[in-house]
């Protein structure tokens, strides 16, 4: 089986060897808003061999910070969808934190709506998809977005200190925090394949009440994992979380 074709552009950043020989699943990451690829890099040299690690970098950051932001997710999701088609014949799983996790599950219906739907997804703090936040985010001061991050935990203190760094942050963040805002649930065919549901105990917005939901997203069976810590509950325990990733996918057909 071929792995991950350089046809898919920007959109993909590779962190495993391709197509090695243990490879079972090609396992697309898809990060936070106001994340990067390189927030899957730690937990991408925690998977086993039987899993190719690719990230989703979006526009306007890191390599590809001269691009122009999107801030519309059905277009980010039109986007990464057309990658995929370039990504391989390896049976495909998505795995997506917070925004992540609701690009993850639109990008899967693309999929599945062209004849192609992922074998698995993964989605990680992040409530049902039909359940909007009515806070506009992306119309909060630089102020209030950065009391945000805090209260989240999702960038380290000494980031927050860094004007400079803010200066860089703000902006991705606040194009990302308007694609989730603008965002509006639109009903469909349910996936066909199982959804693994990943939830930080402490996260009072992905909380389990909230993510019951994601069991009516899909006809295949849903199951919940509950890990210790806060919305970023990742990030302090990649080895956990690579080990729960992997025995969710060892029910992916290698076939």
């Not at 609701?102 to 004849?115: F, I, K, N």
């Not at 919940?224 to 992997?246: C, E, K, M, N, S």
Request: charged fraction near 20%.
């Amino acid at each position: 089986m071929t792995g991950w074709d350089r046809k898919a552009g920007p959109w993909l950043t590779r962190y495993t060897p391709a197509s090695a020989a243990g490879n079972r699943t090609q396992l697309i990451c898809l990060p936070h808003a106001g994340g990067s690829a390189t927030f899957f890099a730690t937990f991408a040299r925690e998977m086993p061999d039987s899993a190719e690690v690719l990230a989703v970098q979006y526009p306007g950051r890191q390599e590809r910070r001269a691009e122009p932001f999107v801030d519309s997710l059905p277009e980010l999701a039109d986007h990464v969808a057309d990658a995929l088609e370039h990504a391989g014949d390896l049976p495909l799983a998505l795995f997506g934190h917070s925004m992540g996790a609701l690009l993850a599950w639109e990008v899967a219906r693309r999929l599945q709506d062209r004849g192609s739907g992922p074998a698995h997804l993964i989605v990680s703090g992040r409530p049902e998809p039909a359940l909007h936040n009515e806070v506009r985010l992306h119309l909060r001061s630089d102020a209030e977005l950065i009391a945000d991050l805090r209260h989240l935990s999702g960038t380290a203190a000494g980031l927050l200190a860094d004007d400079g760094m803010l200066r860089m942050v703000l902006p991705v963040l606040r194009s990302d925090y308007k694609a989730v805002d603008g965002y509006r649930y639109r009903p469909g065919p349910p996936l066909r394949c199982p959804v693994s549901v990943f939830l930080g105990a402490d996260d009072a917005w992905a909380d389990r009440e909230r993510a019951e939901g994601w069991r009516a997203v899909t006809s295949g069976p849903v199951v919940f994992r509950t890990f210790p810590g806060d919305h970023f509950y990742l990030a302090a325990q990649w080895p956990r979380i690579a080990r729960a990733v992997a025995d969710a996918l060892m029910s992916v057909p290698t076939g």
